[in-house]
């Protein structure tokens, strides 16, 4: 039997895709992101168990809401990738019930990422860095196991919202945006392109697991920087 981790859940999600979105936060992270604000999905061993056909019925539950608006069911994490037979199971039964399917991806998983396209409407795709040694600074890891997600995902018939987070001193100059467009340009079925803007929210949970937060110095991005930063995006982003 498929068991799957899970870390929480948000009903009335707006943000993660469109419409009204049910939003399942699975349990685990390989990533050690700098400025992570979500330290108590890293376990693998957290969280609660559930079977697909157990989430399933948390999900459609609320159906009558995300359908109107032509939402639908975001599996977000942590990252949602490694628990990548769970994630299947669970795509599946939303796509057999009639429920538009979201994974919201750094794209470094444990593989299989054929199979989790095939049943996945659209991904969310959190790009950390165009260069392979700043991507290794601010995740702790290299971006072999990305790469090989990226190219399952220029192969699919899955639909892409990039999502790239601006952080002050390491990647929020024009020139940054300008080598974010080059190395996109070659994803298929890009609908969009969100620069978010560096935050300190979720700091506290550092503190209280004891966890030492080592951007604790940087301030967060002033709202006339990002909004700078977005324009200029707007500017110089051409999607197909």
Known sequence: MTVGRVHSFESMGLL?????????FLQGCNLRCLYCHNPDTWACNGGTEYTPEQLLKKIVRFKPYFEKSGGGVTFSGGEPLLQYNFLIEALKLCKENGIHTAIDTAGVGMGNYEEVLKY?????LDIKHYDEIKYKEITGRDNSEFKKFLEALKNSNSKVWIRH???????????????????I?????IEKVDLLPYHVLGVNKYDVMGI???????QPMSKEKAEELKAFLKENWKSE
């Open 165 to 183: 987070v601006v952080v002050p001193g390491i990647n929020d100059t024009k020139e940054d945006v300008l080598a974010l467009c080059e190395y």
């Open 120 to 124: 996945t409407d659209l991904v969310l």
């Open 212 to 218: 030492e937060y080592r951007l604790k110095d940087l």
């Open 16 to 24: 993660d895709g469109p419409g009204i979105r049910n939003i399942v």
């Open 185 to 189: 340009k070659d994803i298929p079925r």
